[in-house]
Nanobody, 120 residues
Framework: VQLQASGGGLVQPGGSLRLSCAASGRTFTNLHMGWFRQAPGKERELVATIGWGGGSDSYADSVKGRFTISRDSAKNTVYLQMNSLKPEDTAVFYC??????????????WGQGTQVTVSS
């Protein structure tokens, strides 16, 4: 499976961005999808996940109510809508995938990172 992330950039505090992650090479519908982020000097953090059927989404407490994960199986793409962005959201964001029965502690597939910078 190849995962291609895009959509990062520079945004002012309070602004919004939408990240996209396009999957290829395997049946997308059999994969749980998610987003991690890693800020400088910090450990990688699991931000949001969504089940293979499009339900069962979950979020880190730090982003709950501001970020929304979704997936479009017809396009083999998962999205992360980020609203009310804060400077502390600045990080490299990575999309990842877990096969059925796997664990988010050890994702099976990773995309390349996309930089999100929140600054005035």
């Amino acid at each position: 499976v190849q995962l291609q992330a895009s959509g990062g950039g520079l945004v002012q505090p309070g602004g919004s961005l939408r990240l996209s992650c396009a999957a290829s090479g395997r049946t997308f519908t059999n994969l749980h999808m998610g987003w991690f982020r890693q800020a400088p000097g910090k450990e990688r953090e699991l931000v949001a996940t969504i089940g293979w059927g499009g339900g069962s989404d979950s979020y880190a407490d730090s982003v709950k109510g501001r970020f929304t994960i979704s997936r479009d199986s017809a396009k083999n793409t998962v999205y992360l809508q980020m609203n009310s962005l804060k400077p502390e959201d600045t990080a490299v964001f990575y999309c990842a995938a877990v096969r059925y029965g796997g664990s988010w502690r050890r994702p099976d597939y990773w995309g390349q990172g996309t930089q999100v910078t929140v600054s005035s």
